[in-house]
């Protein structure tokens, strides 16, 4: 069982800059993959950013590409997603996945982006 907690969240304007963080509590963290989603009131929860279990393979979604970067630092259990220019419509809310053998994910932060 890995428990993940989002932190990190919150009320930002167009243009402004967070950083997103998630802990996990997995033994061995680097036998995840690492990813985040996002969720916005009345949509599906959509693919954001990717990064392998040692970091060393990245994807992000077309929508956030240039501004958003996933990083990791393995040895402190942990996953970032920095977010730069941020728009209104990054407005959502930001889950955690792992994903190994089995998927887990965390319960979610949100990021609110106002004009």
């Known amino acids: 069982q890995v428990q993940l907690v989002e932190s990190g969240g919150g009320l930002g304007q167009a243009g402004d800059s967070l950083r997103l963080s998630c802990a996990a509590s997995?033994?061995?963290?680097?036998?995840?993959?690492m990813a985040w989603f996002r969720q916005a009131p009345g949509k599906e929860r959509e693919f954001v950013a990717d990064?392998?279990?040692?970091?060393?393979?990245?994807v992000y979604a077309d929508s956030v590409k240039g501004r958003f970067t996933i990083s990791r630092d393995n040895p402190k259990n942990t996953v970032y997603l920095q977010m730069n220019s941020l728009k209104p419509e990054d407005t959502a809310v930001y889950y955690c996945?792992?994903?190994?053998?089995?998927?887990?994910w965390g319960q979610g932060t949100q990021v609110t982006v106002s004009s």
């Open positions: 990064i392998s279990s040692r970091g060393g393979r990245i």
């Open positions: 997995a033994r061995t963290f680097t036998n995840y993959a």
């Open positions: 996945r792992a994903r190994s053998v089995y998927t887990y």
